[in-house]
């Protein structure tokens, strides 16, 4: 009876790749370069690039994949053979986090590295020197499982370089999700290249209002709430109006995106905003003596049209004020203890460039990993739901992992691992040939052991040589 693994063989890799770097800028209106160096601009302006084709890659049939960092292809880009070059794409369109789009947006390209008989290295270089080329090849992966998913139409999530979560994979637990996934990442070896392919749980916050989450988490617990939100990503609920002499469609999902900073100290009928005096260059921008504040409740209400919820108070959190604008000053009591808004403070905040929003008018966006230290109110769950039995940790590898991957064994045998990146009509060069090593864990030299009472017992002897596997043999014991 077969020992179950979460190793499989890769039987083929690219013959060479070549890296490139990628700097996104436009030149302003003063004729000073803008670099855009943020994740989510990088993503959103690879995305343009590869969608305006400014850089000819299907063109001229140049296979390519990226972790957003680096760039790789199956050959020279077309044109630019010089191993020291760097060079412009064509110009493209692109839309700006604010909803602005601008028609001048460039890739500066550079090139960094040529990752020849990429087959022989694996085998060959000791671990430290084939950094770059596992990060060619886990990016690889990646994009073969984001491919396969598009086509089969399985919803994933990608979480970094090389995490997948299933979209309805997840289980509740007091105001958060526990989210079931995959980590897939390439292993050298001195006989063959191995994909391990291992179980991933994380937390991931609910795509729910601001003013839901806070209720689920508990209003006493605001400070853990703006850790569990750091970093988030959220999503304006209402309509904004648009001005004539301004080029931004405010409605459109790139401009509806905002970050969570902060819960403001106030609510929503308590928290002002003012009009900021003229900037003047060298000076701190400061509110105008004269504009006596506008409340976020009298705004959204009068001049938004906005309607709260059915149900929603003065005091309820609905009316928190959420900034997804600067940091700015605040208070350490309780947004309930603070009954007299201090007028200093809050021009103060206008000038450092808060941006307040009340809660409920907000929505977290969907799939999102929480990225702080979780409370012992969520660990303990986590830990619950993340610990499973080998066999039942493998059985969701072999019936669930390699499915979304596109590589579980049918009656035809395994399935290849298919790139269409790296893919042309002769020659399949990512494929995943059958599962070959056994056992989850590393074994180390010599081991007895079983999944379950009623699995075979193997032994496997290993070897180390320069921190590359080399399987001896096997047989049961």
Known sequence: ?????????????????????????????????????????????????????????????????????????DKHITGHTESDVTFSSNVFEYTQQNGKLVNDMYAEVSF????????????????????????????????????????????????GANKFYITNGYKEMKGLRAGRGYFTSIRPGTESTLLNVNPATSAFLPPITVSNFIKSIGKDKLVYVSQLLRGATLRIRYTRANYEESDIDYNSEAARLKIFTQ??????????????????????????????????????????????????????????????????????????????????????????????????????????????????????QMIRHALRLPAENVGLIEDEGLEIMGVKSDSQGQKPLVSGIFYNDVKRLIRIGKNEFRGRRRIDRS??????????????????????????GRKRC
């Open 447 to 472: 081991s007895c052991y079983t999944t379950t009472p009623t699995e075979t017992v193997v032994r496997q002897w290993f070897s180390w040589k320069d921190d590359h596997m080399r399987i001896l």
């Open 263 to 380: 819960i403001g100290p106030y609510f929503a009928s308590q928290q002002k905003f003012y009009e900021l005096e003229k900037k003047v260059d060298g000076q701190e921008r400061k509110a105008k003596g004269s504009d006596h504040g506008t409340t976020v409740q009298s705004y959204f209400t009068d001049k938004a049209k906005v309607r709260f919820p059915a149900g929603a108070t003065a005091k309820s959190p609905e009316m928190y004020c959420i900034n997804v604008g600067k940091r700015v000053d605040t208070l350490s009591t309780k947004v309930e203890e603070n009954t007299i808004p201090n007028d200093t403070l809050m021009r103060k905040q206008s000038a450092q460039g808060a941006q307040w929003i009340p809660a409920c008018l907000l929505q977290i966006v969907p799939n999102q990993v929480v990225t702080t230290t979780l409370r012992p109110v969520h660990t303990s």
């Open 112 to 159: 960094v590295d040529e990752l020849s008989d990429i087959k022989e290295a694996l085998k060959s270089k000791h671990i430290k020197d084939l950094p770059e080329y596992i990060r060619a090849l886990n990016a690889s992966v990646a994009q073969c499982i984001v491919d396969h998913s598009k086509d089969t139409g399985k919803e994933i999530s990608r979480v």
């Open 1 to 73: 009876m077969m020992v179950r693994s979460n190793y499989v063989q890769v039987t083929e890799v690219p013959k060479t790749l070549y890296a490139y770097s990628l700097t996104f800028f436009r030149t302003t209106e003063e004729g000073h370069r803008l670099e855009y160096n943020k994740r989510r601009e990088i993503r959103d302006a690879y995305q343009a690039l590869m969608k305006a084709d400014a850089l000819k890659l299907k063109a001229e049939s140049v296979k390519s994949v990226t972790d957003f960092k680096t760039l790789w292809t």
